[in-house]
């Protein structure tokens, strides 16, 4: 076999025939690529990320250690803590047999509308660069492949198969290629996936862009892969700088096949660019150990994946507001009311491809009881739209049996959950033509008397029966229009109400006819729904008022669910679901003493905020979100997150995500986020940036150095309170009579510092030129003048200034 090198992979790719190297253009299955033995290739195995490590099965039977959510990880502003969590999930990759990771999301925060706006970084192209460098370095240092995606301008979810995003180079390039090119760049990623959607007028898997700015601008010498069967032409396809097409394999998925050895036959696509797409493949399975004769990876590193996830979720939470309230006092601490729909179970993902099953969640009230407070818990309402999948200690497990065609049982499986999700066949019971018909058989136990909502949510027929009487069979069908991904995570429900007295059993049949989805070759996915008994919103409000007024504090958890924040659809409203503000409201006008946790992935509308003693902005916190909580509100640990996205006060004047005629044109340009609320004098809620820590700093001078390559800032800062505590200074550049149109400001740098009380420490920023330049006639370009540099706590607050003349 020849060997590792360009010359050697090139020989590899030579030996072989025109339809062995077309094969391996498109995946073997959903998840991995097809094995060449005549190239010494093995088969390589994708995952999707970014919020863990799910692999190649979708189920609780196998699980992964769940990540806060990317703008978790944005807003610590640590991009060495980042690189360990990149080093976390590539020692998770491999444990599940992964090679290569479909993460990081580096579009940008354009409108917090967004539907996968918790999978994202930031607004800020430079945050958004940063922290994506340091989780592709932490991931492929230990020999797992990151994918940066989506290339480029997949910033929302509506229409996003076909919509044709139009926006103007300057902001492409200074906005939405900026974190992409960086991460090629500096990282070397060995990944980039081609988004779903157009850019002024090419779909992105046959754009030009690839070519262009991929390979002839940035040298980029790694893999370009479709998004998940984005890839919807033979020839513009094949011709463009797309590598690989996913899923396969080809004769159900792919535009390539048989159809692309005909192709190239016919002259229609040069067979050199099938060689260079096959020798790309090559190289990332050099890359990530994937030739049976070449090197194998490194060994990822030993992490204690509890402790990283637990430090790593109170340094992402933002404390947006307190009165002085935290940290709480725990000696003096009495009775902790511990109210809110997101308080009893933890809310630690977005809806989508993020998804994993973690081995165990650690909910806010979990949390707190655990650290030793004595915690009373109160719902006070619903807050989620859809009824979630039975659980314990109402499900008592379940038996999934699977048919032929001809009615023969093909096998079983026992399962302790009621979320069923088969990709492209069933496993080791049959493909989807050899499978027909699924019963699921299980035990629902009534832990109170009263109405139980039982039911589904899927597409296609069901049909449901209780200890043994039919409940209903129906066909359930998908709105017109609906995306792929929301056939996933939120497919139609079908409920039925079953009154049960305390302690009494139900049997429970759920039938399914494989072939009456419309997914079917896809994937099978559903759920057993269940929603236990509970009072109406204003008995739920009542208790909890009268929990928190009898209480020395109350923890109000609102926020969001995978059901309001996911892939495959934008969000219409960013006010919390149901009645959570009034809840708020209510609670906070019983007890002073009130801290409200806010359980979301993106900005939802606070209205109370002032109202209130303390706000704390906790993200989707990862599997150890309620262990992190209680440090950070006893105070044993700095609650030391920073805003990576500009929170709103309202929803005027947000981009919007809604197409007009295919077509969503990003008239905004350089202006969304903190640079939106500047031109427009507007004020937000909080400011990019902000947050308080638990104590207090001086920002005392500030000196320039433009000697070195770059522009070198140095930061004095004092912590000035009683406790160490930890800052993100932020230096912002801007341009003064400018004659280029610019935002007011931007950001050009950022450090952490830590210090022990009166302790002053001075930290040293580079700037790199490009902070400085603006994109004009297809360069860079640098307007010669005297440009500002302020620091200082956040993008609203910035106490030092210096200037810097620039030729």
């Known amino acids: 076999m020849n060997g590792t090198d360009e010359a050697g992979l090139r020989a590899r790719v030579a030996r072989l025939s025109l339809g062995q190297k077309v094969r391996l253009l498109t995946g073997a299955d959903f998840w991995a690529l097809y094995p060449e033995p005549d190239a010494g290739l093995r088969r390589v195995v994708t995952s999707d990320g970014p919020a863990g490590v799910r692999g190649e099965t979708w189920d609780e039977r196998d699980t992964s250690a769940n990540v806060p959510s990317p703008t978790a990880l944005a807003a610590t502003w640590d991009c060495e803590r980042v690189g360990a969590i990149g080093g976390l999930l590539a020692s998770e990759a491999r444990r599940r047999g992964v090679d290569v990771l479909l993460a ?11 539907g996968r706006h918790f999978e994202c970084f930031s607004e800020d192209p430079l945050l958004t660069a940063r922290i994506g460098v340091a989780y592709v370095r932490g991931l492929q240092n230990a020999g797992v492949g990151a994918t940066v995606k989506h290339f480029i301008a997949n910033d929302s979810e509506t229409e996003r198969m076909t919509v044709d995003v139009r926006v103007d180079e300057r902001t492409l390039r200074e906005l939405y290629l900026a974190p992409f090119e960086a991460i090629v760049r500096e990282a070397g990623a060995w990944s980039v996936m081609a988004a779903y959607n157009g850019v002024n007028g090419a779909t992105m898997t046959e754009s030009p862009l690839l070519r262009a700015i991929l390979h002839d601008e940035w040298d980029y010498d790694g893999l370009v892969v479709s998004d998940w069967t984005a890839a919807r032409s033979t020839v513009p396809a094949a011709r463009a700088a797309l590598d690989l097409a996913m899923p396969g394999p080809a004769d159900r998925f792919g535009p390539w096949g048989d159809a692309l050895v005909e192709a190239v036959r016919a002259g229609q696509v040069d067979e050199a660019l099938v060689d260079d797409k096959v020798l790309r493949i090559l190289r990332l399975a050099v890359r990530v150990g994937g030739l049976t004769d070449g090197p194998a990876p490194p060994a990822p590193p030993a992490v204690d994946i509890p402790g990283e996830l637990r430090a790593t979720g109170a340094a992402s939470f933002v404390l947006a507001r307190n009165d002085g309230l935290l940290p709480l006092p725990r000696p003096a601490l009495g009775r902790v009311a511990v109210i809110g729909p997101n308080a009893e179970v933890a809310r630690t993902l977005g809806g989508g491809s993020a998804t994993v099953f973690p081995p165990y969640t650690v909910s806010p009230l979990d949390g707190l009881r655990a650290a030793g407070l004595d915690a009373a818990f109160a719902p006070g309402t619903l807050g989620h739209l859809r009824t979630s999948a039975a659980r314990p200690p109402w499900l008592l497990g379940s038996e999934v049996r699977f048919f032929s065609p001809s009615g023969e049982l093909a096998g079983s499986e026992q399962r302790d959950a009621a979320t069923f999700r088969w990709m492209s066949g069933f496993g080791s019971m049959g493909t989807s033509e050899q499978i027909a018909r699924l019963e699921i058989s299980c035990v629902i136990r009534a832990t109170e008397a009263g109405a139980y909502r039982l039911g589904v949510s899927g597409l296609g027929r069901f049909r449901l029966l209780i200890d043994g009487a039919e409940v209903f069979d129906e066909t359930l069908t998908l709105r017109k229009g609906a995306d792929i991904a929301e056939t996933l995570m939120a497919p139609p429900q079908r409920l039925a109400p079953v009154e049960l007295a305390a302690g009494q059993s139900a049997a429970v049949l759920l039938e399914h006819d494989v072939h009456s989805s419309p997914t079917s070759a896809f994937g099978t996915f559903f759920q057993l729904d269940l929603e236990a008994p509970h009072g109406t919103d204003d008995e739920e409000i009542a208790a909890a008022v009268a929990l928190a007024a009898g209480s020395d504090v109350a923890v109000v958890v609102v926020g969001t669910t995978a059901d309001v924040e996911s892939e495959g659809f934008d969000r219409t409203s960013l006010a919390l679901p149901g009645r959570q503000d009034e809840l708020v409201r209510r609670v906070a006008a019983a007890n002073p003493r009130t801290v409200v946790v806010v359980n979301s992935g993106a900005p939802v509308l606070l209205p109370w905020a002032g109202e209130v003693a303390a706000v704390l902005l906790t993200w989707f916190g990862g599997q150890e979100f309620g262990n992190a909580l209680a440090d950070v509100l006893l105070g044993d640990a700095e609650p030391g997150g920073r805003l990576p996205v500009t929170w709103p006060a309202s929803e005027d004047g947000l981009p919007s995500t809604q197409p007009a005629g295919g077509v969503l044109s990003y008239t905004e340009g350089l202006f969304i986020g903190y640079r939106a609320y500047d031109r427009d004098g507007r004020e ?115 106490p030092l200034t210096s200037t810097l003349t620039l030729k």
């Open 684 to 798: 937000p809620l909080f400011p990019f940036g902000h947050g308080r820590g638990y104590t207090t700093w001086s920002y005392d001078s500030v000196t320039v150095d433009s000697e070195v390559p770059g522009v070198a800032v140095c930061v004095e800062v004092t912590n000035t309170g009683s406790r160490p505590g930890r800052e993100i200074v932020q230096v912002y550049a801007s341009r003064p009579d400018s004659a280029v149109e610019r935002p007011a400001k931007w950001l050009a740098g950022f450090a952490v510092v830590a210090a022990a009380p009166g302790e002053a420490v001075t930290v040293g920023i580079l700037i790199p030129e490009r902070a400085f330049q603006h994109w004009s006639d297809g360069a860079w370009t640098l307007e010669p003048g005297t440009f500002t540099l302020s620091a200082g706590p956040s993008s609203a607050t910035l």
């Open 104 to 114: 990081p999301t580096v579009n940008l925060h354009r409108t917090p509308f967004g």
